[in-house]
Protein backbone atom coordinates (compact mmCIF):
# COMPACT_ATOMS: atom_id res chain seq x y z
CA UNK A 1 0.00 0.00 0.00
CA UNK A 2 1.49 3.41 -1.07
CA UNK A 3 0.30 5.36 2.03
CA UNK A 4 1.02 2.76 4.37
CA UNK A 5 1.28 3.85 8.32
CA UNK A 6 1.08 7.22 7.19
CA UNK A 7 -0.82 9.78 9.19
CA UNK A 8 -2.12 12.74 7.66
CA UNK A 9 -3.98 15.57 8.96
CA UNK A 10 -6.94 16.38 6.35
CA UNK A 11 -8.09 20.22 6.76
CA UNK A 12 -11.52 21.04 5.06
CA UNK A 13 -12.26 24.74 3.71
CA UNK A 14 -15.37 26.23 3.31
CA UNK A 15 -15.95 25.45 -0.63
CA UNK A 16 -18.37 23.28 -2.57
CA UNK A 17 -15.50 21.05 -3.52
CA UNK A 18 -16.07 19.75 0.18
CA UNK A 19 -17.75 16.77 -1.84
CA UNK A 20 -14.63 15.55 -3.00
CA UNK A 21 -12.90 15.65 0.40
CA UNK A 22 -15.58 12.41 1.21
CA UNK A 23 -14.17 10.63 -1.22
CA UNK A 24 -10.51 11.20 -0.59
CA UNK A 25 -10.52 10.32 2.65
CA UNK A 26 -11.90 6.99 1.65
CA UNK A 27 -9.04 6.50 -1.13
CA UNK A 28 -6.05 7.71 1.87
CA UNK A 29 -7.80 5.05 4.15
CA UNK A 30 -7.70 2.25 1.11
CA UNK A 31 -4.02 3.32 -0.10
CA UNK A 32 -3.28 2.44 3.90
CA UNK A 33 -2.90 5.86 5.40
CA UNK A 34 -4.97 7.08 9.35
CA UNK A 35 -6.65 10.50 8.34
CA UNK A 36 -8.02 12.64 11.13
CA UNK A 37 -10.28 15.46 9.62
CA UNK A 38 -9.97 18.93 11.06
CA UNK A 39 -13.07 21.57 9.53
CA UNK A 40 -12.90 25.04 9.26
CA UNK A 41 -16.72 26.67 10.26
CA UNK A 42 -17.21 27.02 6.62
CA UNK A 43 -16.64 23.72 6.14
CA UNK A 44 -19.31 22.71 7.96
CA UNK A 45 -21.58 23.87 6.04
CA UNK A 46 -21.17 21.90 2.93
CA UNK A 47 -20.50 19.01 4.33
CA UNK A 48 -21.42 17.38 8.21
CA UNK A 49 -18.40 16.46 10.75
CA UNK A 50 -20.79 13.06 10.96
CA UNK A 51 -20.00 12.09 7.19
CA UNK A 52 -16.26 12.90 7.61
CA UNK A 53 -15.78 11.03 11.29
CA UNK A 54 -18.36 7.84 9.73
CA UNK A 55 -15.44 8.10 6.26
CA UNK A 56 -12.43 8.22 8.52
CA UNK A 57 -13.40 6.31 12.04
CA UNK A 58 -11.54 9.23 13.74
CA UNK A 59 -12.92 12.12 16.21
CA UNK A 60 -13.79 15.58 13.56
CA UNK A 61 -12.50 18.55 15.02
CA UNK A 62 -13.67 21.69 14.35
CA UNK A 63 -13.14 24.07 17.06
CA UNK A 64 -10.08 25.47 19.41
CA UNK A 65 -12.69 25.99 22.28
CA UNK A 66 -13.27 21.69 21.78
CA UNK A 67 -13.87 20.61 25.64
CA UNK A 68 -13.17 16.60 24.39
CA UNK A 69 -9.57 17.99 23.96
CA UNK A 70 -8.27 18.11 27.64
CA UNK A 71 -5.43 20.28 27.50
CA UNK A 72 -6.75 22.43 24.89
CA UNK A 73 -4.06 22.12 22.73
CA UNK A 74 -5.42 20.38 19.86
CA UNK A 75 -3.50 23.10 17.12
CA UNK A 76 -0.35 21.46 18.30
CA UNK A 77 -1.28 18.02 19.71
CA UNK A 78 -3.03 16.98 16.33
CA UNK A 79 -0.04 17.53 14.30
CA UNK A 80 2.91 16.38 16.14
CA UNK A 81 2.50 12.78 15.06
CA UNK A 82 1.19 13.33 11.58
CA UNK A 83 3.21 12.71 8.46
CA UNK A 84 1.84 15.25 5.90
CA UNK A 85 -0.93 17.97 6.45
CA UNK A 86 -3.54 18.20 3.61
CA UNK A 87 -6.12 20.94 3.23
CA UNK A 88 -8.01 20.18 0.71
CA UNK A 89 -10.41 21.48 -0.54
CA UNK A 90 -8.24 25.38 0.37
CA UNK A 91 -10.41 28.48 -0.53
CA UNK A 92 -8.81 31.71 -1.67
CA UNK A 93 -9.32 33.01 2.01
CA UNK A 94 -7.81 29.83 3.70
CA UNK A 95 -4.61 30.75 1.53
CA UNK A 96 -4.16 34.46 2.40
CA UNK A 97 -4.32 33.57 6.02
CA UNK A 98 -1.80 31.24 5.17
CA UNK A 99 0.11 33.72 3.27
CA UNK A 100 -0.17 36.27 6.36
CA UNK A 101 0.31 33.24 9.32
CA UNK A 102 -3.37 34.28 10.79
CA UNK A 103 -4.94 31.93 13.23
CA UNK A 104 -8.20 32.78 13.73
CA UNK A 105 -9.38 28.77 13.92
CA UNK A 106 -8.47 25.30 14.72
CA UNK A 107 -7.14 24.55 11.50
CA UNK A 108 -5.59 27.80 10.88
CA UNK A 109 -3.74 28.01 14.04
CA UNK A 110 -2.84 24.15 13.41
CA UNK A 111 -1.21 25.33 10.20
CA UNK A 112 0.78 27.92 12.21
CA UNK A 113 2.11 25.77 14.59
CA UNK A 114 3.20 23.00 12.57
CA UNK A 115 6.07 21.73 12.70
CA UNK A 116 8.85 23.41 10.45
CA UNK A 117 9.55 19.80 8.37
CA UNK A 118 6.01 18.68 8.42
CA UNK A 119 4.96 18.99 4.78
CA UNK A 120 1.56 21.29 3.92
CA UNK A 121 -0.15 20.20 0.76
CA UNK A 122 -2.88 22.86 -0.34
CA UNK A 123 -5.60 22.27 -2.80
CA UNK A 124 -7.08 25.34 -4.37
CA UNK A 125 -10.67 25.11 -5.17
CA UNK A 126 -12.51 28.39 -6.17
CA UNK A 127 -14.10 30.12 -8.85
CA UNK A 128 -11.94 30.90 -11.75
CA UNK A 129 -12.47 34.71 -10.95
CA UNK A 130 -10.77 33.89 -7.64
CA UNK A 131 -7.85 31.91 -8.91
CA UNK A 132 -7.22 34.55 -11.49
CA UNK A 133 -7.07 37.29 -9.16
CA UNK A 134 -3.53 39.31 -8.68
CA UNK A 135 -4.19 38.75 -4.95
CA UNK A 136 -4.50 34.77 -5.28
CA UNK A 137 -1.43 35.00 -7.69
CA UNK A 138 0.56 36.93 -4.77
CA UNK A 139 -0.79 34.53 -2.07
CA UNK A 140 0.18 31.31 -4.69
CA UNK A 141 3.30 32.36 -5.61
CA UNK A 142 4.05 33.27 -1.54
CA UNK A 143 3.17 30.01 -0.57
CA UNK A 144 5.38 28.20 -3.18
CA UNK A 145 8.39 30.36 -1.45
CA UNK A 146 7.44 29.48 1.60
CA UNK A 147 7.89 25.51 1.16
CA UNK A 148 3.96 24.54 0.30
CA UNK A 149 3.17 22.37 -1.79
CA UNK A 150 0.75 23.78 -4.17
CA UNK A 151 -1.74 20.71 -5.47
CA UNK A 152 -3.35 22.01 -9.41
CA UNK A 153 -6.36 23.23 -9.45
CA UNK A 154 -7.40 21.84 -12.32
CA UNK A 155 -9.86 23.34 -15.21
CA UNK A 156 -13.14 22.93 -16.28
CA UNK A 157 -16.79 23.56 -15.71
CA UNK A 158 -17.02 24.54 -11.93
CA UNK A 159 -19.81 24.52 -9.59
CA UNK A 160 -21.07 28.34 -10.11
CA UNK A 161 -21.47 27.76 -14.07
CA UNK A 162 -18.21 29.39 -15.19
CA UNK A 163 -15.50 27.37 -16.90
CA UNK A 164 -11.56 27.70 -16.30
CA UNK A 165 -9.10 27.42 -13.70
CA UNK A 166 -9.91 26.72 -9.96
CA UNK A 167 -11.42 23.44 -9.66
CA UNK A 168 -9.80 21.26 -6.81
CA UNK A 169 -8.03 18.13 -8.56
CA UNK A 170 -10.32 14.79 -8.53
CA UNK A 171 -9.46 12.85 -5.55
CA UNK A 172 -7.68 10.05 -7.29
CA UNK A 173 -5.77 12.87 -8.23
CA UNK A 174 -4.75 14.40 -5.12
CA UNK A 175 -4.13 11.33 -3.63
CA UNK A 176 -1.68 10.23 -6.37
CA UNK A 177 0.20 13.98 -5.88
CA UNK A 178 0.35 12.57 -1.93
CA UNK A 179 1.99 9.71 -2.69
CA UNK A 180 4.48 11.48 -4.64
CA UNK A 181 5.17 14.07 -2.24
CA UNK A 182 6.28 10.97 0.09
CA UNK A 183 9.04 10.18 -2.47
CA UNK A 184 12.50 11.76 -2.84
CA UNK A 185 12.94 13.82 -5.21
CA UNK A 186 15.79 12.32 -6.70
CA UNK A 187 15.12 12.67 -10.57
CA UNK A 188 14.14 16.80 -10.01
CA UNK A 189 13.23 18.11 -13.36
CA UNK A 190 15.00 15.48 -15.24
CA UNK A 191 13.63 14.29 -18.71
CA UNK A 192 12.60 10.43 -19.04
CA UNK A 193 11.86 8.72 -21.45
CA UNK A 194 10.26 4.85 -20.66
CA UNK A 195 9.24 1.91 -23.40
CA UNK A 196 6.45 -0.65 -22.33
CA UNK A 197 4.49 -3.33 -23.03
CA UNK A 198 4.87 -5.59 -25.99
CA UNK A 199 5.04 -4.97 -29.41
CA UNK A 200 2.45 -5.96 -31.88
CA UNK A 201 3.64 -7.10 -35.61
CA UNK A 202 1.04 -7.91 -38.15
CA UNK A 203 0.55 -10.85 -40.19
CA UNK A 204 -2.20 -9.56 -42.06
CA UNK A 205 -5.35 -7.17 -40.84
CA UNK A 206 -6.45 -9.57 -38.09
CA UNK A 207 -3.36 -11.49 -37.30
CA UNK A 208 -0.10 -10.94 -35.88
CA UNK A 209 2.46 -11.87 -33.42
CA UNK A 210 3.45 -10.65 -30.16
CA UNK A 211 5.49 -10.94 -27.41
CA UNK A 212 4.15 -11.77 -23.68
CA UNK A 213 4.22 -8.57 -21.80
CA UNK A 214 1.45 -6.82 -19.62
CA UNK A 215 3.20 -3.43 -19.61
CA UNK A 216 2.98 -3.39 -14.98
CA UNK A 217 6.82 -3.04 -14.82
CA UNK A 218 7.56 -0.43 -17.46
CA UNK A 219 4.15 1.50 -15.79
CA UNK A 220 5.15 0.89 -12.19
CA UNK A 221 8.68 3.27 -13.62
CA UNK A 222 6.88 5.34 -15.19
CA UNK A 223 5.24 6.28 -12.41
CA UNK A 224 8.16 6.07 -9.95
CA UNK A 225 10.18 8.57 -12.26
CA UNK A 226 7.10 10.96 -12.10
CA UNK A 227 6.94 10.53 -8.27
CA UNK A 228 10.92 11.61 -8.27
CA UNK A 229 10.21 14.91 -9.98
CA UNK A 230 11.12 13.63 -13.44
CA UNK A 231 9.21 14.91 -16.41
CA UNK A 232 8.27 11.23 -18.07
CA UNK A 233 7.39 10.27 -21.70
CA UNK A 234 5.95 6.71 -22.39
CA UNK A 235 5.93 4.99 -25.43
CA UNK A 236 3.96 2.09 -24.68
CA UNK A 237 2.69 -0.73 -26.81
CA UNK A 238 -1.11 -1.99 -26.27
CA UNK A 239 -1.87 -2.27 -22.92
CA UNK A 240 -5.09 -2.64 -20.19
CA UNK A 241 -3.10 -0.31 -18.23
CA UNK A 242 -4.38 2.88 -16.95
CA UNK A 243 -1.49 6.31 -18.01
CA UNK A 244 0.30 6.59 -14.58
CA UNK A 245 -1.03 10.15 -13.36
CA UNK A 246 1.13 13.41 -14.70
CA UNK A 247 2.63 11.27 -17.66
CA UNK A 248 2.68 11.54 -21.13
CA UNK A 249 2.18 8.73 -23.00
CA UNK A 250 2.36 7.85 -26.96
CA UNK A 251 0.75 4.99 -28.34
CA UNK A 252 2.20 2.66 -30.83
CA UNK A 253 1.61 -0.66 -31.88
CA UNK A 254 4.63 -2.21 -33.53
CA UNK A 255 8.28 -2.25 -33.10
CA UNK A 256 9.36 0.24 -36.23
CA UNK A 257 6.61 2.38 -34.61
CA UNK A 258 8.26 2.23 -31.29
CA UNK A 259 11.39 2.71 -32.86
CA UNK A 260 9.89 6.12 -34.46
CA UNK A 261 8.34 7.44 -31.58
CA UNK A 262 11.07 7.15 -29.73
CA UNK A 263 13.29 8.91 -32.24
CA UNK A 264 11.52 11.43 -32.29
CA UNK A 265 11.13 12.48 -28.75
CA UNK A 266 14.28 10.93 -27.21
CA UNK A 267 16.57 13.76 -27.80
CA UNK A 268 16.78 16.18 -24.64
CA UNK A 269 16.19 13.23 -22.57
CA UNK A 270 18.50 12.73 -19.47
CA UNK A 271 17.25 9.31 -19.13
CA UNK A 272 16.20 6.51 -21.47
CA UNK A 273 14.65 3.44 -20.01
CA UNK A 274 13.78 0.71 -22.52
CA UNK A 275 11.56 -1.90 -20.58
CA UNK A 276 9.17 -2.58 -23.01
CA UNK A 277 9.52 -6.24 -24.68
CA UNK A 278 10.18 -5.57 -28.30
CA UNK A 279 9.39 -8.20 -31.07
CA UNK A 280 12.66 -9.14 -32.73
CA UNK A 281 11.04 -9.34 -36.06
CA UNK A 282 8.44 -8.29 -38.32
CA UNK A 283 6.62 -10.16 -41.21
CA UNK A 284 8.24 -8.80 -43.98
CA UNK A 285 5.28 -10.44 -46.11
CA UNK A 286 2.39 -9.08 -44.15
CA UNK A 287 -0.80 -9.58 -46.13
CA UNK A 288 -3.34 -6.24 -46.73
CA UNK A 289 -5.54 -8.46 -46.48
CA UNK A 290 -7.27 -11.30 -44.44
CA UNK A 291 -5.28 -14.38 -45.60
CA UNK A 292 -7.55 -17.36 -46.20
CA UNK A 293 -6.87 -20.18 -44.49
CA UNK A 294 -8.76 -22.56 -47.18
CA UNK A 295 -5.86 -22.32 -49.63
CA UNK A 296 -6.10 -25.98 -50.82
CA UNK A 297 -4.18 -27.73 -48.03
CA UNK A 298 -1.43 -25.42 -48.27
CA UNK A 299 -0.42 -23.23 -45.28
CA UNK A 300 0.92 -19.46 -45.32
CA UNK A 301 4.69 -18.84 -45.41
CA UNK A 302 5.44 -15.76 -43.15
CA UNK A 303 8.74 -14.30 -43.98
CA UNK A 304 10.88 -12.26 -41.66
CA UNK A 305 12.76 -9.39 -41.03
CA UNK A 306 14.39 -8.17 -38.20
CA UNK A 307 13.25 -4.61 -36.19
CA UNK A 308 15.46 -1.98 -35.09
CA UNK A 309 17.39 -2.54 -32.32
CA UNK A 310 15.98 0.59 -31.10
CA UNK A 311 17.88 0.43 -26.78
CA UNK A 312 21.14 -0.25 -28.75
CA UNK A 313 20.60 2.76 -31.47
CA UNK A 314 19.72 5.16 -28.54
CA UNK A 315 22.68 4.28 -26.71
CA UNK A 316 24.82 5.22 -29.73
CA UNK A 317 23.11 8.29 -29.93
CA UNK A 318 26.13 11.03 -29.50
CA UNK A 319 23.88 12.85 -27.59
CA UNK A 320 22.86 9.45 -25.90
CA UNK A 321 20.81 9.76 -22.19
CA UNK A 322 21.58 7.61 -19.25
CA UNK A 323 20.48 3.81 -21.12
CA UNK A 324 18.65 1.26 -18.90
CA UNK A 325 18.12 -1.66 -20.48
CA UNK A 326 15.74 -4.48 -19.19
CA UNK A 327 16.78 -8.65 -20.03
CA UNK A 328 13.77 -11.27 -19.61
CA UNK A 329 15.62 -14.66 -19.46
CA UNK A 330 14.15 -18.14 -19.20
CA UNK A 331 17.33 -19.52 -17.85
CA UNK A 332 20.84 -18.60 -16.68
CA UNK A 333 20.09 -14.99 -16.01
CA UNK A 334 23.19 -13.99 -14.79
CA UNK A 335 25.72 -14.79 -17.60
CA UNK A 336 22.68 -13.65 -20.32
CA UNK A 337 22.15 -10.51 -18.59
CA UNK A 338 25.55 -9.18 -18.23
CA UNK A 339 26.23 -10.34 -22.11
CA UNK A 340 23.66 -8.45 -23.30
CA UNK A 341 24.79 -4.86 -21.38
CA UNK A 342 27.73 -5.82 -22.54
CA UNK A 343 26.82 -6.08 -26.43
CA UNK A 344 24.39 -3.16 -25.84
CA UNK A 345 26.68 -1.00 -24.65
CA UNK A 346 24.92 0.21 -22.12
CA UNK A 347 25.52 1.27 -18.16
CA UNK A 348 22.43 -0.48 -16.73
CA UNK A 349 20.84 -3.46 -17.35
CA UNK A 350 18.01 -4.96 -15.18
CA UNK A 351 17.45 -8.42 -15.36
CA UNK A 352 14.55 -10.89 -14.45
CA UNK A 353 12.86 -14.27 -15.02
CA UNK A 354 10.32 -14.34 -17.59
CA UNK A 355 8.01 -16.92 -16.21
CA UNK A 356 8.52 -15.44 -12.71
CA UNK A 357 6.67 -11.65 -13.52
CA UNK A 358 4.92 -12.04 -16.63
CA UNK A 359 2.21 -10.00 -15.86
CA UNK A 360 2.69 -10.96 -12.33
CA UNK A 361 1.91 -8.00 -10.06
CA UNK A 362 5.39 -8.81 -7.79
CA UNK A 363 9.01 -9.25 -9.45
CA UNK A 364 12.40 -9.38 -8.34
CA UNK A 365 15.47 -7.66 -9.82
CA UNK A 366 19.18 -8.20 -10.60
CA UNK A 367 20.82 -4.75 -11.39
CA UNK A 368 24.20 -5.36 -13.81
CA UNK A 369 26.48 -2.46 -14.25
CA UNK A 370 30.48 -2.05 -14.67
CA UNK A 371 30.67 -2.66 -11.00
CA UNK A 372 28.80 -5.91 -10.66
CA UNK A 373 25.10 -7.03 -9.96
CA UNK A 374 22.86 -6.63 -7.18
CA UNK A 375 20.06 -7.97 -6.04
CA UNK A 376 16.51 -6.41 -5.16
CA UNK A 377 14.23 -8.80 -3.94
CA UNK A 378 10.66 -9.78 -4.99
CA UNK A 379 8.66 -7.12 -3.61
CA UNK A 380 5.53 -5.43 -5.84
CA UNK A 381 6.15 -3.87 -8.99
CA UNK A 382 5.67 -0.47 -7.57
CA UNK A 383 7.76 -0.63 -4.71
CA UNK A 384 10.45 -2.40 -7.05
CA UNK A 385 10.75 0.66 -9.58
CA UNK A 386 11.00 2.45 -7.04
CA UNK A 387 13.89 1.09 -5.59
CA UNK A 388 15.17 1.31 -9.76
CA UNK A 389 14.70 4.76 -9.73
CA UNK A 390 16.37 5.54 -6.88
CA UNK A 391 19.46 3.24 -8.23
CA UNK A 392 19.48 4.85 -11.25
CA UNK A 393 19.38 8.55 -9.59
CA UNK A 394 22.07 7.74 -7.62
CA UNK A 395 24.46 6.49 -10.97
CA UNK A 396 23.47 9.40 -13.36
O1 LIG B 1 17.98 -7.62 -27.39
P1 LIG B 1 17.00 -7.95 -26.32
O2 LIG B 1 15.59 -7.93 -26.81
O3 LIG B 1 17.29 -9.20 -25.62
O4 LIG B 1 17.19 -6.78 -25.23
C1 LIG B 1 16.19 -6.36 -24.38
C2 LIG B 1 16.30 -4.88 -24.12
O5 LIG B 1 16.45 -4.18 -25.36
C3 LIG B 1 15.05 -4.31 -23.52
O6 LIG B 1 15.45 -3.19 -22.75
C4 LIG B 1 14.24 -3.91 -24.73
O7 LIG B 1 13.29 -2.89 -24.41
C5 LIG B 1 15.31 -3.40 -25.66
N1 LIG B 1 15.00 -3.61 -27.07
C6 LIG B 1 14.82 -2.55 -27.90
N2 LIG B 1 14.58 -2.75 -29.24
C7 LIG B 1 14.54 -4.01 -29.75
C8 LIG B 1 14.73 -5.10 -28.90
C9 LIG B 1 14.94 -4.88 -27.56
O8 LIG B 1 14.84 -1.41 -27.45
N3 LIG B 1 14.30 -4.18 -31.04
Redesign the pocket.
Known sequence: MDLAGKKIVLGLTGGIACYKAAELTRALIKAGASVQVVMTEAATHFITPVTMQALSGQTVYTSQWDARVGNNMAHIDLTRHADAIVLAPCSADFMAKLVQGRCDDLLSTLCLARPHALPLLVAPAMNVEMWQNPATQRNVAQLKADGIHVLGPGTGEQACGETGLGRMLEPEQLLEEIIAAFQQKVLQGKRVLV?AGPTFEPIDPVRGITNLSSGKMGYAIARAAREAGAVVTLVSGPTALTTPYGVKRIDITS?RQMHEAVMATVGGNEVFI?????A?WHVSNASTQKIKKDQDGKTPALEFAP?????AEVAARHDAPYCV???AESERLLQHAEA?RLK?NIPLLVGNIGHQTFGRDDNELVLFDAAGHVALPRAGKQALARELIAAIAVRL
Open positions: TAAVAAVDNPDILGFAKK
